[in-house]
């Protein structure tokens, strides 16, 4: 069983740049941050790797950094203009009883992030919810649709910061 | 004799025959439908180990009528696509088949609605019109789910009907008449003489035959049990995955119409398998009539036996109902052309070869 | 001449007696063959994480409730365990044992749910509601501790709400106790009978690495052979002191990870749970059970991901602090969301009835799928 210290080194020597930084100053976990379109590579390695073997993505997230800056919009409110989406994977190898996390960050404007939908087919409803609630893309996704919300929701994606609900949908009043 | 009483009475043929021909409807079929939902709940509610309906009357026995008089105020409500005509056709048809097998059907020595020489082969004949009712509903509703219960029932009621008809010449070849009311008379005197027990005839030949018979009977019984769609072959309406599959765009009194058939059904298939293997009207052990030499209540006690006879076998398919999972469209298939009707043909065969010794 | 076919496209759902829930799949048909099963999720959606942004830790705790309907207090539990471990704080023992044997009888109630529900969709009316009057009794039990039936509210971060009846041990005794033969009489009545047998044995076969790389977990993992449970394998809360066994799918009717090994696997962790129940309630601490329950909860800045076994899988919360009383972001992984996911890998080349014991055998919450 490998710490997170040595597979940061081996990816290191194996990806060079795209490796970006080990996070482990923060308390109970730390993580990997990886480059965002370098990352279905990455995660092919973690995989077939027998000294790895994560086979098991255990969960997907999209995350709204909200590190940008708030800027007044038309209406009155704020939104946040520019600083980053994230998206952290949390894997796992079942031989190894071994986990670790890793992190990609993509700009907020338009955040694109390689699929690992071919390396765990697990990913693919994940990314999909991350597009339908965060908005980011996943490029090389098959199915790239929304999910949870309606396929015709236009008012943006619910779990960025700075989303705010529609007073319509289709005609229907939406705030009851 | 009925009807002789009725000509007597009324003085004419045609309302001796109207009566004659509604009688099953007024005093059977629609208190025993009733009688038979309620029995239906109660038989599933004690053994899934809750009481059932108990509000209605003592222990619910009004329930159904309530539900009854529910339906008919319903909404009847035809969906815009529907097929019209063909919609509202259906129930009726699938009504009047049932119905029509009552007419012959031995109730009791002094009632058979007709007693026609072709009787099990009529009563055959007409409740396959059930299946075109059927069809009808499921391609009228315009709804998918319908249909495919439409088709999985017509398909399975056909499939069916061979093995029970086997079965039914089984019998035929040795008693020799396609009668009922002969068939039951055939029977009569103690319990040995039902042709479950080798029928009225004598020495090795009975013995022989008894394995044959119940064989036989198993066959008929689990064929009937898929020809009125009751678990396990309960397909068609199968509602976890058709959701009522052909009724389910009925409601109101179309509703109860197949509702009624359904029950209905349930009961002339468990009299004609009274009525084969079973002495038909006849006594187990003889009649309290003839031992207190009270003649009109011969008639009687033969209507009661009869309608025990009936009752227990409809309680076996609730039994069962509520005790089996149900089968898969091709396994149900596969019951009926890989099992049954190469055993039937086989007791067929076997049971000439008796005959003949 | 070849007759002109076409696929016939079915919807199953949103109203559908046999979707658990409302779940819509697109069926495209050959006749009654199934080529393709797309699922369409969202109809129960409440975007509970995006209210968890404007609330407090502890407020957290309700919603939690409302994903998994039928498991409540384990998803109170693994909430409460993965806000623990992003404090850094430990909860007396009397709380673990509490809280084991709640999520434990949980498990079993959750179980009975879907042993019942599949009987039914496999057309068995009987067995559904003898499964719902025993977990009627388990009700009763949740009732007697905390007030509420299904929605509990009722093991808190750092501790309990309130502490147990003091009639409870002897109830929860009586139940095991009443219990054991009812698994027996199931058994007799669904689990052996040949017709169940025919409809589950080899249909919806779920191989292991297919099972993994979908994400697979708890009894539909466990099914598929692969001996796997969070509760022996990452421990968590005081599981590592108790002796029970992981029971996996053996393929005896059929294939190793068809329907009916899913179920089988169910009836025999009901068993499971009930020697977990018996061990804890034979050495049940005293003690203060709120007395851990900080007044005010403010993780230091970082993250966490914590997982349980929920009955029906690994529930997982990952969870982000940036030192605010309000989380800076929540993320479920519900085992039902993941598990919808393999269906139409399990769905091709069998028939609409198969989609019905597919369905019900991979035991889904919608509340939880669509959160």
Request: hydrophobic share 45%.
């Amino acid at each position: 069983m490998k710490t997170i210290e040595e597979i940061f080194n081996l990816l290191k020597e194996k990806f060079g740049d795209a490796i970006i930084e080990l996070v482990s100053n923060r308390p109970v976990e730390s993580f990997i941050v990886i480059a965002p379109l370098e990352i279905d590579k990455v995660c092919l390695f973690l995989r077939d790797n027998e000294e790895l073997s994560f086979d098991n993505l255990m969960i997907l997230s999209g995350v709204d950094d909200a590190n940008g800056k708030n800027v007044p919009d038309e209406d009155g409110g704020t939104k946040i203009e520019g600083g980053t989406v994230s998206v952290y994977y949390h894997l796992e190898s079942t031989k190894f009883r071994n986990k670790i996390a890793l992190k990609v960050s993509a700009l907020r404007e338009n955040p694109e992030v390689n699929s690992v939908e071919s390396v765990w087919r697990h990913a693919d409803w994940h990314e999909r919810e991350a597009y339908d609630m965060i908005g980011i893309k996943f490029l090389n996704h098959p199915d790239l649709r929304r999910i949870l919300m309606p396929y015709d929701w236009e008012a943006g994606y619910p779990l960025r910061k700075d989303y705010k609900n529609p007073e319509f949908y289709q005609g229907m009043k939406v705030p009851y | 004799m009925t009807y002789d009483f009725f000509f007597n009475l009324t003085g004419s043929y045609v309302w001796a025959d109207i009566i004659q021909s509604l009688l099953p409807l007024f005093i059977f079929i629609l208190p025993f439908a009733l009688f038979a939902v309620w029995l239906e709940r109660k038989v599933s509610a004690h053994m899934q180990d809750r009481l059932g309906p108990m509000r209605v009357g003592k222990h619910g026995w009004l329930q159904t009528v309530a539900d009854i008089i529910k339906l008919i105020q319903k909404e009847d409500i035809v969906a815009e696509n529907n097929d019209k005509p063909l919609f509202n056709l259906a129930p009726v048809l699938v009504f009047v088949g049932t119905y029509a097998a009552f007419a012959a059907i031995p109730f009791s020595s002094a009632y058979i609605g007709s007693n026609i020489d072709l009787g099990v082969f009529f009563i055959v004949a007409v409740s396959s019109f059930v299946v075109a009712g059927i069809l009808m509903a499921g391609w009228s509703s315009n709804n998918k789910y319908s249909l495919l219960g439409a088709m999985r029932s017509a398909a399975q009621i056909i499939s069916y009907e061979i093995p029970t008809v086997l079965v039914i010449i089984t019998i035929v070849m040795i008693t020799g008449t396609l009668n009922l009311g002969t068939l039951s008379e055939m029977q009569t005197g103690h319990f040995w003489n039902w042709m479950i027990f080798g029928g009225p005839t004598f020495g090795l030949t009975k013995i022989l035959l008894i394995p044959f018979m119940i064989l036989a009977f198993g066959i008929i019984y689990t064929s009937t049990l898929a020809e009125v769609n009751r678990t396990p072959f309960d397909i068609p309406e199968a509602e976890s995955e058709l959701v009522s599959g052909y009724h389910t765009e009925y409601s109101g009194m179309k509703f109860a119409m197949f509702f009624l058939a359904e029950y209905a059904n349930m009961f002339a298939v468990s009299a004609i398998v009274a009525a084969l293997f079973f002495g038909g009207y006849q006594s187990p052990v003889g009649y309290l009539g003839n031992l207190f030499n009270i003649p009109w209540l011969v008639p009687v006690e033969q209507l009661f036996w009869f309608t025990a006879k009936g009752l227990f076998f409809v309680f076996v398919q609730m039994w069962l109902r509520w005790t089996l999972p149900r089968l898969r469209v091709d396994q149900l298939m596969q019951v009926c052309w890989k099992y049954l009707i190469p055993l039937a043909f086989v007791n067929l065969i076997v049971v000439g070869l008796l005959t003949l010794l | 001449m070849a007759l002109k076919t076409e696929q016939m496209v079915l919807n199953m759902g949103p109203q559908h007696p046999s979707t658990h829930g409302v779940l819509r799949l697109e069926l495209e048909l050959e006749g009654e063959i199934i080529t393709k099963v797309t699922p369409h999720i969202g109809y129960l959606h409440r975007c509970f994480e995006k209210h968890t942004e404007a609330m407090t830790y502890p407020q957290v705790i309700p919603y939690t409730d409302r994903m998994d309907y039928l498991a409540s207090m384990y998803n109170e539990f693994g909430y409460a365990v993965a806000v623990e471990r992003l404090l850094g704080i430990q909860v007396p023992e009397r709380v673990d044992f509490i809280r084991v044997i709640m999520g434990e009888f949980q498990r079993i109630a959750s179980h009975l749910v879907a042993i019942g529900t599949y009987g039914l969709d496999i057309g068995a009316f009987t067995p559904f509601l003898y499964c719902f009057r025993d977990r009627e009794r388990i009700l009763s039990l949740f009732e007697m501790t905390c007030g509420a039936r299904l929605l509990y509210n009722y093991i808190w971060v750092g501790g309990l709400s309130h502490d147990l009846h003091p009639d409870f041990v002897r109830s929860a005794k009586e139940f095991v106790t009443y219990f054991r033969p009812k698994i027996k009489e199931l058994n007799d009545l669904l689990t052996n009978n040949k017709i169940f047998i025919d409809r589950t044995a080899n249909i919806g076969i779920l191989p292991k690495e297919t099972a993994i790389n979908y994400g697979i977990s708890g009894p539909n993992l466990r099914a598929s052979g692969f001996k796997w449970d969070l509760r022996k394998d990452d421990p968590y809360s005081i599981y590592n002191k108790f002796d029970f066994d992981i029971p996996v799918g053996q393929g005896s009717m059929g294939t190793v990870g068809d329907c009916w090994d899913r179920y089988y696997v169910r009836i025999l962790e009901m068993e499971e749970s009930l020697k977990i129940i018996e061990q804890a309630l034979e050495i049940l601490p005293e003690g203060d059970v709120t007395s851990a329950i900080p007044k005010r909860i403010k993780p230091p800045v970082g993250q966490v991901y914590s997982r349980v076994e929920n009955p029906r899988g690994e529930l997982g919360y990952f969870i982000i602090s940036n030192g605010q009383v309000n989380p800076f972001r929540i993320k479920v992984r519900g085992p039902s969301f993941v598990h919808l996911g393999v269906m139409n890998e399990l769905c091709k080349g069998h028939m609409v009835a198969d989609i019905i014991a597919i369905l019900g055998s991979i035991d889904i919450v919608l509340g939880e799928v669509d959160r």
